[in-house]
């Protein structure tokens, strides 16, 4: 079963803006849609973009997401001390039939 | 708003099952993707499997598991009592985890609304 690479951490300062990278393979990130998840320390995963461009109702636009081939992109503008956290992406592995997720990126913010 | 709650035993022994409830509560069970994922401390997220059920009364429900896992997880539907299970046989202290149930709206999509998770720690 694949499993997405991340960096593990990234940091910037506040009020500027981050990407954290999710590479793949053309069985996951090449061939569906990708999802991003910000998890704060003790708690549970928060789904942040979906089908890789969309924010659900009630998170800001300062989030955003990208794909390029078997890559994506998550951003986060206008950055917040609020905002450090965990970010996983997550996407369906077809050769698999199964859901794979990131290995997950730590933000800071300095 | 649709929330879910997990429940279950907080320390396992080696070898036994591991078996775990998610109630949903502002919700119903047909027509969602109901899935266990799990977390081991300070590691990336893990999908267990799901569970389908499309609301035909005869119908107990589809499953999709993660193939490292397959040959020991069990994931069945209480449709009466509006919650899923997750049965883990075999378990090693690999299987020490934060465990999350969470529901999907499609068979390839996003899990999103997720319960608060429960610690499972597998010691004799």
């Known amino acids: 079963q694949s499993v997405l690479t991340q960096p593990p951490s990234v940091s910037a300062a506040p009020g500027q803006k981050v990407t954290i990278s999710c590479s793949g393979s053309s069985s996951d990130i090449g061939d569906n849609y990708v999802s991003w998840y910000q998890q704060l320390p003790g708690t549970a995963p928060k789904l942040l973009i979906y089908d890789t461009t969309q924010r659900p109702s009630g998170i800001p636009d300062r989030f955003s997401g990208s794909k390029s081939g078997t890559s994506a992109t998550l951003g986060i503008a206008g950055l917040q001390t609020g905002d450090e956290a965990d970010y996983y992406c997550?996407?369906?592995?077809?050769?698999?039939?199964?859901?794979?997720f990131g290995e997950g990126t730590r933000l800071t913010v300095l | 708003q649709v929330q879910l709650q997990e429940s279950g035993p907080g320390l396992v022994r080696p070898s036994e099952t591991l078996s775990l409830t998610c109630t949903v509560s502002?919700?119903?069970?047909?027509?969602?993707?109901w899935s266990w994922i799990r977390q081991p401390p300070g590691k990336r997220l893990e999908w267990i499997g799901y569970?389908?059920?499309?609301?035909?009364?005869?119908?107990?429900?589809?499953?999709n598991y993660n193939p490292s896992l397959k040959s020991r997880v069990t994931i069945s539907l209480d449709r009466s009592n509006n919650q899923f299970s997750l049965n883990l046989h075999s378990l090693t202290a690999a299987d020490t985890a934060i465990y999350y149930c969470?529901?999907?709206?499609?068979?390839?999509?996003?899990?999103?609304?997720w319960g608060q998770g429960t610690l499972v720690t597998v010691s004799s």
């Open positions: 569970i389908y059920y499309s609301g035909t009364i005869s119908f107990s429900g589809t499953t």
């Open positions: 502002g919700g119903s069970i047909p027509y969602y993707y």
């Open positions: 997550g996407t369906w592995d077809g050769r698999v039939s199964a859901w794979v």
């Open positions: 969470a529901r999907g709206q499609y068979y390839n999509g996003p899990p999103d609304y």
